[in-house]
């Protein structure tokens, strides 16, 4: 058994409460995958292909309209609580420092919630060590507006795991950065991955950061989205920079690419 | 360092600027006091009923302020629900509007039939001018919450009132306060309003007495009381919003949130 089992999962959206209308759009359609405990999947695809709503398949956020949704071996039927999420823009709070935004999944996520007045001074502590590791020592006090993209970024990946998540689900995180910015933070993300050791799942549309980061990268086929080829990536670890110039890297990101222009055309 | 006085001093030039034409223009066109009266006649009417002016003064204060607590009240419980409930906008927005659209002034004589002459009509009517512009502005600051923020929050566990209270809440305040400065001044409206209707009390009362002796200066002196207290009200709501939301005004002066502009909806 596998941690999280995906098996023939159809999601159509329309209007909830409402029968299935021909106006509906079909986003995932007879999708399955398996992901193991600790592996750090990548999902890629054409625009639209419904790889956002994988991830939501999976946090639980939204139920398939077929087949179904498993999480170590519990059909998974309302919002997981396991999982962190992080996206494209960082949504932070604005009206609380940095620490304050990190901390904010121990106010919500039992057991922590019942007991963060008495912690304070130890959740403080946590989010002090998450932000030192993505290198935003000194940074905790400040406002979300003065840090950087890249920094609120950062920010945001904390968030995403001050809980102590067993899953990590990435939306697109690091779309909006620039490229140096971008590699610094696939850095960062791996550190973080050694550290935690938690499942990661990042949608991501550059195929360097799928094959950098993943341990098995995924491709879906166009709208309604499927998982059409799934590889591993036998690059050993840490991976650095200059991994990405050797040639089987450079040649993993050729194959990807193939096969979604493949899934484009089919 | 001028440019920085200017900016400072431009308020009070604007209102004497006004002042001025105000009275070039009694001069100018010769205009009798009974239809205008020159801005010295209504300060010294203001200096002649300085008593009466303040007691009235204080009474339709007081009166605003009630219809003025009720509204916020109202408007910020009414405003959570239609911003975060999809049933409860379906259900309240229209009746809402139509509440708006209704001209305020001819309610108040329902509510004299209802509640008699006295405060009361003028709180209603001060409350139901005021209260929309509330609603509006923290319906939207909820329902304009990024899906994403409500994604992480959902994924966490958050209940309904978990994401009213750390996030919906604190995100409204830039909005609320940006209707506060509306519906205080709205609020004054609807006071007056009510006292010149059916009052026996308050400035719109003695308007009332005075146009009816045609003490024209007399009216322009509870005019210049009423804009007084209203500019008054307007600073407190000011001073109150940069102290509470100060987050999301960065140091240049730039609002981050676009602050809810929405509520001139009004009268
Ligand atoms: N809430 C929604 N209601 C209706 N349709 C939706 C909704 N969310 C997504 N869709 C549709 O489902 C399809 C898949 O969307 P999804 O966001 O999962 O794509 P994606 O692969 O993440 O795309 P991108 O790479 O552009 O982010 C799209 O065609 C989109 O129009
Ligand atoms: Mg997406």
Known sequence: ?266 | MIGHLCERFAPWLTAMAAVLLWWAMVLVFDVPNYVLPSPWEAIAALYEYRFALSVHGLSTLWTTFMGFAVAVVVGMILGILVGSSRLAYRALYPLLIAFNSVPKAALVPIFVIWFGVGKVPGVLTAFMLSFFPVVANVATAFATIEPELLEVMRSLGATKRDITLKVGIPRSLPYFFASLKIAITLAFVGTVIAEIVAGNSGIGNVMLVASSNFNVPLVFAALIVVSIMGVGMYSVSDFIERRLTSWSVRPQGAAVADRGQLASAGA
């Open chain 1, 1 to 266: 058994m596998s941690f999280i089992e995906i098996s023939n999962v159809d999601l159509v959206y329309g209007k909830p409460g409402e029968k299935s209308t021909v106006n509906d759009t079909l986003a995932v359609s007879d999708t399955s995958i398996t992901i193991e405990d600790g592996e750090f999947l990548a999902l890629v695809g054409p625009s639209g292909c419904g790889k956002s709503t994988l991830l939501k398949l999976i946090a639980g956020l939204i139920r398939p309209s077929r087949g179904s949704v498993k999480v170590s071996g519990q059909e998974v039927t309302c919002p997981l609580k396991i999982v962190g999420m992080a996206f494209q823009n960082a949504t932070l709070l604005p009206w609380r420092n940095i620490r304050d935004n990190v901390m904010l999944p121990l106010e919500i996520v039992e057991p922590y919630r019942g007991r963060h007045r008495q912690d304070r001074a130890k959740n403080r502590e946590r989010a002090d060590i998450l932000l030192e590791k993505v290198g935003l020592a000194g940074f905790a006090e400040k406002m979300p507006w003065q840090l950087s993209g890249g920094m609120q970024q950062r920010a945001q990946l904390c968030r995403a795991l001050i809980h102590e998540p067993s899953i990590l689900l990435l939306d697109e995180p690091f779309a909006a950065l620039d490229t140096f910015t971008r590699e610094d933070l696939w850095g960062v993300l791996q550190e973080l991955w050694e550290f935690r050791k938690c499942t990661i799942i990042i949608v991501t549309h550059e195929l360097r950061e799928a094959a950098f980061l993943a341990g098995k990268v995924s491709v879906m086929s166009s709208r309604p989205g499927r998982i059409i080829k799934t590889s591993s990536v036998d690059i050993p670890r840490p991976r650095t920079l200059e991994t990405t110039f050797e040639p089987q890297f450079v040649e993993l990101v050729q194959d990807l690419r193939h096969h979604i222009s493949l899934g484009k055309t089919s």
